[in-house]
């Protein structure tokens, strides 16, 4: 059945919009990971425009968060003083990414600094939580798991403006959350992602935290950085596809509530280690795309995007 | 179906009004032409849509009526300016290197003839009156040799989106006298204003000719929704995030288990 679009302009099959939804949804409430690394790339194979995918995207972020954070919430798994650290962060580093996609995209070289993006940073962070997670499945198994240091002492530590966080039981610089929010939210803003993929492990590796309260926390700040990134792609380039965002949305939540689920019952090195071979099969296959002859070297885009 | 026995019907009662108006009028060789619809709505279901175009050839008194003359059918969308991007492989990977400006590429196009158009009349005939996708002429900034093959890739791309079309032969003769044909618009058409355009011709020469205007818009909740997007940018953005945090709220509540 098909349904049209009017911002993207187009007419697309509702059950693969609704499948699409779906299926990223799961996946984003099993990883905690906004699932935006998968939309995107697939909206644009359907042949939604990137721009309207990117900001689109951010758009159902919004949702899908939303409903993830809201199950976590229940389980007391948000640290909401670390989320908010991070979202300040967030925010001021996705109005920076949205200009930044705005400059490339009239330059036409958009495609490219996506495509490239997502190659480094899926690749680095896929093969890192795999390997990672992989060596401790594996040292699980032989019984040779080592009670592992409470926390360690790297020079981010002398940073200053301390700040404790109770519920990730950490007391570190302010600067470190700020700085990795306004990171992620570059990112966010130019990879149409909500930075779960990124913000995920960095929690976990760069500042300590357990990795029960990391995923509600990377949610709570993913649903300030994609509103952000939803405004301010509607107000400056008007490609936000209120219509194709309904659509994924009512599809994501209800994927998400049942990923949520599943997510709760599999080990902590189970679900990274099938993150981190998801997020290197995307990054593969993006990876191809760029390397591979394209069917055609040409491509075409209308002035002013006025359609 | 039931679409198209309207058409059958609407063309049914042309034919006979065309009839009784030919024996009375004055037969001057000249052309009478219509479309099924001159307004095109694209509603949230649209997936493209057929339109019957047809006339009537007003014969010359003194002429045989076997001999109807060719008919040439064109339907041109709005004009837009278009940037084209050439990929070239940098260091391994395949980035776009060169562009082209295009002027005044027509979003869509579609051309139809009783028989092959190069039979109907002469290629500087065809040239002129830019019949079929591949005499399209756009005008490129500063333009060169080069720019050759990006214009071929945009009417290349163009004709697999089916918005582009050149269909030789389905322009059908009902009689002596009337003709018609169906354009096909797909669901990804670009709104605007349109022409229909009906030339005539008698052994290779242009004897008539006929333009139409034709209107694509946006109607419905589709149309609402492009137009506060684009009119309120700011409110259409806290619009959207209100309706995702709702959304969001009732997945969660509907899915609360305890």
Known sequence: MPVYLPI???????????????????????????????????????????????????????AASVSGVLAHWRRGNVDFKMGFVLLVGGVAGSSLGTWIFALLK????????ISLSYVIFLGVIGSLMLFESL????????????????????WIHGLPFKMRFRKSKLYISALMPLGLGFFVGILSAIMGVGGGFVMVPAMIYLLGMPTSVVIGTSLFQIIFVTANVTFLQSWATQTVDVMLALLLMSSAVIGAQ????????????????????LVLLVCLKLAADLVLTPDDVYSFGVIGGEN | MGLFSRYQLLFTILFFSLLLQDTKGRADGSLVTDISSHLISVTSDFTGTDLLLFGTIRALASEDEKDHGDIIVVV??????????KKERVAGIWANTKSVTLQKVPSFYASASNRPVEDITSKTTLDRLRIGPDRLAFKAKGEDAHVFPYKKAVIRQKKEAELYSDRQSTVHFLGPSLFRTTIH?????????YTAEFYLFREG??????????????????????EFARNYPALHGIAAIVIALIAGWIASAVFRKD
């Not at chain 1, 009239?106 to 600094?113: F, V």
């Not at chain 1, 049942?258 to 071979?277: N, P, V």
């Open chain 1, 258 to 277: 049942f990923g949520t689920r599943i997510g709760t019952k599999m080990k902590g090195e189970q679900l990274r280690s099938l993150l981190g071979l």
């Open chain 2, 205 to 226: 020469d242009l004897v008539s000719a006929q333009s139409s205007p034709l209107f694509i818009k946006k109607v419905g909740l589709g149309r609402q929704i492009f």
């Open chain 2, 185 to 193: 618009f797909p669901a990804n058409v670009t709104v605007g204003n």
């Open chain 2, 76 to 85: 041109r969308g709005p004009e837009r300016e278009l940037i084209v991007r």
């Open chain 1, 106 to 113: 009239s330059a036409g070289q958009i495609d490219l600094l």
């Open chain 1, 8 to 62: 993207a302009e187009l007419s697309v099959n509702l059950f693969l919009i609704l499948g699409m939804g779906g299926a990223v949804g799961l996946l984003s409430g099993m990883f905690g990971v906004g699932g935006g690394f998968l939309m995107t790339p697939l909206l644009i194979f359907t042949g939604i425009p990137p721009a309207v995918a990117v900001a689109t995207g951010a758009n159902q972020l919004v």
């Open chain 1, 135 to 154: 060596g401790a499945l594996l040292r699980n198994r032989k019984g040779t798991a080592k009670r592992k240091k409470l926390h360690q002492h790297y």
